[in-house]
Structures are given as structure tokens and as C-alpha cells.
């Protein structure tokens, strides 16, 4: 019958950059337990002449292998074990593996290591629940309204081929395109691509360049990415985009009137079409306004947070930016030491470019969790597998179980944003027992 473990002996020394060293003393008895085990291991390894493997006596295995190799052997069972519940019994949270030293496992003596290492920092919120910041979504306008009628009259529109004629505003263009920075591929590809050549909707510069050409000609646009280009790598950035116009098609809109109501499956009536499309719209300024009143929320949470984010943590952020950046580009048909050649950068100058935006991250993970402590926020069981049912199916076990640990903390910050939310909304629970 096993036994619970005796109590171990931990002394936690708090240095600067999050950093702590753990002095760890199990109780002799285990040591002896252990070179047991360690013994019965090395008895099914060993090949020793006259006996067969896993009845080799103690003493005649300890003359083949060695004193040294038994406790080593010894130390590699115990550690990991006495390791896991010293941070049970401290509630260390470490970022990094930790570094050993000073390790003594003698058979009749105590076990004792000391172990530095990187855990998750200690957070001052400050007075978060004093944060009020009211949903204000805009307002919708006459306006608005008529302009979503006119979307719904163009996304309605018959097509006709243009023939032979110059490419006029407002026609729906079919073009092979692809994109170049510094003479390097980053877009596009030379796809088929439809294009409607109205306003706001093609990247400026663009419908310029394509308004007059006829199918069949070439074209060579010289453009500047906006900052809301979807690639954040490349916007601002100047590009070259190339290709061929493969068709061109007039629209023939319907009117507006009741029919078009009718044909866009929104009523019966304009009046309808219209009482529909401003509800969609009010519906789309609130879900804006309350993302950004959610940015803000987080903002001034974290201005007042005080929180020392450690180096490890840091640089693992960075380092998942940049697979991020890896996969984006490649989704582009990018390659990244392509992509590199054309922006003239290393893969060092990225990371210090990351660096912040990386912090920034680090820091706002940490403080939700510890606002979730605070407020006593969990994610169960329950919660996560449904979670994980949306994104896997129920066999596909080994990735279930690889993206468990990441998804809760994902749950978990949701949880706390939102509490965050409802306290700046006046619509929180009484304080929570600190």
C-alpha cells in the first residue's frame, strides 16, 4: 500500500527580475526508496555474466557499475518528483526550466538541491475597481443608412461583358495580379482576382491605374499600403503591383424601390429594407464601440498595474511573433528569408522590433490573471472541453490535449476581460474577498 509523502523542507529566496532560488530538503527515508528503484532500473540494463537481467544482487551490481552511477541514477527519479511538489507546496509558477545545483543524495541523509529560477511575477493592480467607462456606440444617420441601400443595390447588380470598351468606374474587373517590394514577391502571386472598381473598395491608387485599360493589356501601379492594409508587415510600405486585365463587366443596378427590398431577402417594402439595414448598422456600432471600450478598460488597467515582466518571458513572446509571422507570410506564398531580402531586415532587427509589443502582451496576460484571482474566476472542465470541441474533433486526442493548457489561460483572460468590462460598466458583483 503506498503512503502520502513525508512534508519536504522548501526555502524560497524572491531575487530581482522575477527570478528565485529554491532550497529543497526531502526526508532521508525517500532517498533510500529511491536508490531502490535506481537499483531494480539499472539491474534490467546491465548485462552482467551468471545472472540473469533484473536478478542482479545489489552488491554485485553496484562493484560492475559503480557507486556514482547508482546515485546518479537515483538523483535523475527523485528530482523531477521532489521538484513538482515543492512547487505544489510553494505555489511557484516558473517561466523557465529550472537550474540545479548543489545536489546531495547520500544513502541515510536528507535529499537536498537548490534550484534557481524564473517564475511568473507578482502584480500590484491598484484600484481597478474604481474603472467606469459607459458603451457610447455612434450614432447612425440617414446617411449611413442610404449608403448600405446603395451596397445593397451594387452587391444586386446585373453583369453584362463590357467588350471591347475602355474600363469605366464602377465596372467589376477580373485581373491576374501580383505584388513586389524592392523587386521581391510579397502578395498576390499572379492570381485571378475580381475586383469591383468602386469607391473605397479597390487599394488606393489602384482603380487609377485600371480605369481606361482595356482586357488584355498589361498593368504597373505604383502604390503605398495603408495602415489598415491586412498584412501589418507591409503597411505603410511602398509596392509594385503587376498584371493583366482578363475581363471587364458593366452593372446593370436595380432600382431602389420595394423590389429591391424583395430581391436582398430584407422585407417587402423599401421602408423595411431600409428599418432592416440601420438595425444591422446600429448593431455593428455597438459591437465597434464596445470593442474599443474594451481596449480602453484594458488600457488604464494596465496603467495601473505594477508588474516587473521577466527577460524568459519576453523573449518566448517574441519568439511566438515570429512563427506567427512565419505562418502569415507563408499563407502569402512568402517566404520568410524572402520577405527579409525585401525589407532590407534580419531576423534580429525584427525581434527588437517585437520586443515591445511583446512586453506589452506579456504584462497584460499576467495582470488578468491576477485580476482573475482576485475576483475568483476559474475556467472548469466542463468549460474547456466544450471549448475544445469547437476547435477539435472529440478522437483527435493528442491535439485536445496539447492545446488544453494554452486554451484555459485563453478562457481564462476572456473571463477576466469581461469582468473588467462589467466593472467599468457599473455592473460587477460586490468587491471580492481579498
Same mark, same amino acid.
Given at each position: 500500500?503506498?503512503?502520502?509523502?513525508?512534508?519536504?523542507?522548501?526555502?524560497?529566496?524572491?531575487? $530581482?527580475?522575477?527570478? +528565485?532560488?529554491?532550497?529543497?530538503? &526531502? @526526508?532521508?527515508?525517500?532517498?533510500? !526508496?529511491? =536508490?531502490?528503484? #535506481? *537499483?531494480?532500473?539499472?539491474?534490467?540494463?546491465?548485462?552482467?555474466?551468471?545472472?540473469?537481467?533484473?536478478?542482479?544482487?545489489?552488491?554485485?551490481?553496484?562493484?560492475?557499475?559503480?557507486?556514482?552511477?547508482?546515485?546518479?541514477?537515483?538523483?535523475?527519479?527523485?528530482?523531477?518528483?521532489?521538484?513538482?511538489?515543492?512547487?505544489?507546496?510553494?505555489?511557484?509558477?516558473?517561466?523557465?526550466?529550472?537550474?540545479?545545483?548543489?545536489?546531495?543524495?547520500?544513502?541515510?541523509?536528507?535529499?537536498?538541491?537548490?534550484?534557481?529560477?524564473?517564475?511568473?511575477?507578482?502584480?500590484?493592480? $491598484?484600484?481597478?475597481? +474604481?474603472?467606469?467607462?459607459?458603451? &457610447? @456606440?455612434?450614432?447612425?444617420?440617414? !446617411?449611413? =443608412?442610404?449608403? #448600405? *441601400?446603395?451596397?445593397?443595390?451594387?452587391?444586386?447588380?446585373?453583369?453584362?461583358?463590357?467588350?471591347?470598351?475602355?474600363?469605366?468606374?464602377?465596372?467589376?474587373?477580373?485581373?491576374?495580379?501580383?505584388?513586389?517590394?524592392?523587386?521581391?514577391?510579397?502578395?498576390?502571386?499572379?492570381?485571378?482576382?475580381?475586383?469591383?472598381?468602386?469607391?473605397?473598395?479597390?487599394?488606393?491608387?489602384?482603380?487609377?491605374?485600371?480605369?481606361?485599360?482595356?482586357?488584355?493589356?498589361?498593368?504597373?501601379?505604383?502604390?503605398?499600403?495603408?495602415?489598415?492594409?491586412?498584412?501589418?508587415?507591409?503597411? $505603410?510600405?511602398?509596392?509594385?503591383?503587376?498584371?493583366?486585365?482578363?475581363?471587364?463587366?458593366?452593372?446593370?443596378?436595380?432600382?431602389?424601390?420595394?423590389?429591391?427590398?424583395?430581391?436582398?431577402?430584407?422585407?417587402?417594402?423599401?421602408?423595411?429594407?431600409?428599418?432592416?439595414?440601420?438595425?444591422?448598422?446600429?448593431?455593428?456600432?455597438?459591437?465597434?464601440?464596445?470593442?474599443?471600450?474594451?481596449?480602453?478598460?484594458?488600457?488604464?488597467?494596465?496603467?495601473?498595474?505594477?508588474?516587473?515582466?521577466?527577460?524568459?518571458?519576453?523573449?518566448?513572446?517574441?519568439?511566438?511573433?515570429?512563427?506567427?509571422?512565419?505562418?502569415?507570410?507563408?499563407?502569402?506564398?512568402?517566404?520568410?528569408?524572402?520577405?527579409?531580402?525585401?525589407?532590407?531586415?534580419?531576423?534580429?532587427?525584427?525581434?527588437?522590433?517585437?520586443?515591445?509589443?511583446?512586453?506589452?502582451?506579456?504584462?497584460?496576460?499576467?495582470?488578468?490573471?491576477?485580476?482573475?484571482?482576485?475576483?475568483?474566476?476559474?475556467?472548469?472542465?466542463?468549460?474547456?472541453?466544450?471549448?475544445?470541441?469547437?476547435?477539435?474533433?472529440?478522437?483527435?486526442?493528442?491535439?485536445?490535449?496539447?492545446?488544453?493548457?494554452?486554451?484555459?489561460?485563453?478562457?481564462?483572460?476572456?473571463?477576466?476581460?469581461?469582468?473588467?468590462?462589467?466593472?467599468?460598466?457599473?455592473?460587477?458583483?460586490?468587491?471580492?474577498?481579498?
Amino acid at each position: 500500500m503506498s503512503t502520502a509523502a513525508a512534508p519536504l523542507d522548501v526555502a524560497v529566496e524572491r531575487r $530581482g527580475g522575477s527570478e +528565485a532560488v529554491v532550497t529543497v530538503v &526531502a @526526508p532521508a527515508d525517500e532517498v533510500g !526508496r529511491a =536508490v531502490d528503484r #535506481a *537499483v531494480r532500473r539499472l539491474a534490467g540494463r546491465v548485462r552482467i555474466p551468471g545472472f540473469r537481467p533484473g536478478r542482479v544482487p545489489r552488491s554485485v551490481l553496484e562493484r560492475a557499475v559503480g557507486w556514482e552511477t547508482v546515485r546518479q541514477e537515483a538523483v535523475d527519479l527523485l528530482l523531477p518528483e521532489v521538484w513538482t511538489r515543492a512547487l505544489t507546496d510553494t505555489g511557484l509558477e516558473p517561466v523557465t526550466q529550472p537550474e540545479v545545483s548543489e545536489v546531495t543524495l547520500d544513502e541515510g541523509e536528507p535529499f537536498r538541491f537548490t534550484a534557481t529560477v524564473v517564475v511568473r511575477p507578482a502584480v500590484e493592480l $491598484g484600484d481597478y475597481r +474604481a474603472l467606469r467607462a459607459p458603451l &457610447a @456606440p455612434d450614432p447612425v444617420t440617414d !446617411r449611413d =443608412v442610404e449608403a #448600405a *441601400v446603395a451596397m445593397v443595390q451594387r452587391e444586386h447588380a446585373i453583369l453584362f461583358d463590357a467588350g471591347d470598351r475602355p474600363i469605366e468606374a464602377g465596372d467589376r474587373v477580373t485581373a491576374d495580379l501580383a505584388m513586389y517590394r524592392d523587386g521581391q514577391l510579397v502578395g498576390g502571386d499572379g492570381r485571378t482576382q475580381t475586383l469591383d472598381l468602386d469607391p473605397g473598395v479597390v487599394l488606393p491608387g489602384l482603380t487609377e491605374v485600371l480605369l481606361g485599360r482595356r482586357v488584355g493589356e498589361p498593368l504597373e501601379a505604383d502604390l503605398v499600403l495603408g495602415d489598415d492594409y491586412p498584412e501589418p508587415e507591409l503597411r $505603410g510600405t511602398r509596392v509594385v503591383v503587376r498584371g493583366t486585365v482578363r475581363q471587364a463587366q458593366t452593372k446593370e443596378l436595380p432600382p431602389i424601390d420595394d423590389n429591391l427590398a424583395s430581391i436582398a431577402g430584407m422585407g417587402e417594402t423599401l421602408a423595411e429594407l431600409r428599418a432592416a439595414l440601420r438595425e444591422r448598422l446600429e448593431a455593428a456600432a455597438a459591437e465597434v464601440a464596445t470593442s474599443k471600450r474594451e481596449s480602453q478598460v484594458l488600457e488604464e488597467v494596465l496603467r495601473l498595474a505594477s508588474v516587473d515582466v521577466p527577460e524568459a518571458m519576453i523573449q518566448r513572446e517574441v519568439d511566438r511573433q515570429l512563427r506567427d509571422l512565419e505562418l502569415r507570410l507563408a499563407s502569402a506564398g512568402v517566404a520568410l528569408d524572402a520577405y527579409l531580402q525585401a525589407t532590407g531586415q534580419t531576423v534580429e532587427q525584427i525581434r527588437g522590433q517585437r520586443r515591445q509589443p511583446a512586453t506589452e502582451r506579456v504584462k497584460l496576460e499576467v495582470t488578468l490573471e491576477a485580476v482573475a484571482r482576485v475576483e475568483g474566476l476559474t475556467v472548469d472542465d466542463a468549460d474547456l472541453e466544450r471549448a475544445l470541441d469547437q476547435l477539435f474533433r472529440r478522437g483527435d486526442r493528442a491535439r485536445r490535449d496539447q492545446a488544453r493548457p494554452a486554451l484555459r489561460r485563453e478562457l481564462l483572460w476572456r473571463r477576466a476581460t469581461d469582468r473588467l468590462t462589467a466593472i467599468a460598466d457599473g455592473k460587477a458583483d460586490s468587491e471580492p474577498d481579498l
